[in-house]
């Protein structure tokens, strides 16, 4: 009987041990980019420069455009604007031909909140984890668990998942770092 307990003693110490391990999500893909809100997109139509624009992704996704007026960026690709925008054009220009570029990403964003010298919004530049994301705010407190860090993701189906840090296996090389995307939070308990 002392050999059942000390087995059950020994795999309850196995589980209990990894309660605040780091958990990896799963792979995520390098998508398309989608435009958001404060980005701001260069519309370039050859040979018209008057309707050409560079023009702010408003509050409610929408850019204004001459000739045509108001029309929906937020969540597209530039690809899928470039495509509208060209037929909105049609009518009033023989073949035209259109250029949408992403002149800024401002939309972008991973929140770092709790125990952190700088707690707040910090926008997405090129690929960031999550050691990279408590540096840029300042570091966990004295007074952070480090062990309980934790980053929660939103899917596009709107669903939420949650993925333990414990930041001092990441930072002594026992388990990946996890890699951010726009619109985590990371949780400094």
């Excluded at 139509?45 to 560079?54: E, F």
């Excluded at 090129?126 to 007074?143: D, I, R, S």
């Amino acid at each position: 009987m002392s050999k059942t307990i000390g087995l059950a003693l020994a795999a309850f110490g196995l589980v209990a041990g990894c309660a605040h391990s780091t958990t990896p999500p799963p792979a995520t893909s390098q998508a398309e980019y989608r435009i958001g809100k404060e980005d701001v997109v260069a519309v370039e139509v050859w040979k018209d420069p008057a309707l050409s624009a560079k023009t702010p992704v408003r509050p409610d996704g929408k850019i204004s455009l001459p000739m045509i007026g108001d029309i929906a960026a937020e969540g597209r690709t530039a690809k899928e604007l470039q495509k509208e925008i060209t037929t909105k054009l049609t009518p009033m220009v023989n073949e035209p031909v259109v250029s949408v570029q992403v002149a800024e990403v401002n939309a972008a964003k991973f929140f770092v909140l709790g125990e952190v010298a700088h707690a707040g919004a910090y926008p997405v530049r090129g690929t960031m984890n999550v050691v990279q994301a408590l540096a840029l705010a300042g570091g966990p407190t004295e007074f952070a668990n480090r062990g309980g860090i934790v980053v929660i993701r939103r899917s596009d189906d709107g669903k939420e998942a949650r993925y333990n840090v414990n930041y001092r296996e990441v930072t002594s090389g026992k388990a990946q770092a996890i890699q951010l995307v726009p619109g985590d939070t990371v949780f400094v308990p």
